[in-house]
């Protein structure tokens, strides 16, 4: 079955700098991959997905992420960090009628 | 536009007593879940439908059961709450398969807590 592997519970940066968050990816078909964003008390939205069409994946609100095959991996950026950034990020990855999440990356951003 | 809802948001338990964590939908989506989410392990798939009448056990099923009699509505049962039921849930829908890339709409989630 297809799984997630997110590198990293906790990664904070200051305001103004990079955000990258990593994901590793084990899947035996080519995948349907996805960033959910949750904030604080609400439910997850999605950031971005890759369905192959493409290698880098433009989101909403500034991310990206950029599917590379050799390296079964599917890392999700944004140039410049915002204070409303700081957010559970979450990684997942189609498994037919099932998606399956990695555990999380916390983001915090300092001023 | 309501999208999907949960009720309620906050539920307390006793260690064998029994609820329903209602889920609605009004996106006519054909497939709805539920997940549980705990600290360090993301989201777990507790049971899914694809359709009316149609439902199947995702990774962590034990002490949950569901039903699909309407398109719009998905209960999730607790039949005896454990202290290890304790979590988060949230309830999520799209409009096909994941193998198409459709994107998940999730509830606002019920936090339970069993004594």
């Known amino acids: 079955a297809q799984s997630v592997t997110q590198l990293g519970s906790h990664v904070s940066v200051s305001e103004g700098a990079l955000v990258l968050l990593r994901c590793n990816y084990s899947?035996?078909?080519?995948?349907?991959l996805f960033w959910y964003v949750q904030y604080p008390n609400q439910g997850l939205q999605l950031l971005l997905k890759y369905t192959s069409a493409a290698t880098l994946v433009k989101g909403i609100n500034g991310f990206e992420a950029e599917f590379k095959k050799s390296e079964t991996s599917f890392h999700l950026t944004k140039p410049s960090a915002h204070m409303s950034d700081a957010a559970e990020y979450f990684c997942a990855v189609s498994n037919d009628y099932k998606l399956s999440f990695g555990a999380g990356t916390t983001v915090t951003v300092r001023a | 536009n309501a999208g999907v809802t949960q009720t309620p948001k906050f539920q307390v338990l006793k260690t064998g007593q029994s609820m329903t964590l209602q889920c609605a939908q009004d996106m006519n989506h054909e497939y709805m879940s539920w997940y549980r989410q705990d600290p360090g392990m993301g989201l777990r798939l507790i049971h899914y439908s694809v359709g009316a009448g149609i439902t199947d056990q995702g990774e962590v099923p034990n002490g949950y059961n569901v039903s699909r009699s309407t398109t719009e509505d998905f209960p999730l049962r607790l039949l005896s709450a454990a202290p290890s039921q304790t979590s988060v849930y949230f309830c999520a829908s799209r409009k096909g398969s994941d193998r198409e890339g459709e994107k998940l709409f999730f509830g606002s989630g019920t936090q339970l807590s069993v004594l």
């Open positions: 899947s035996s078909v080519p995948p349907y």
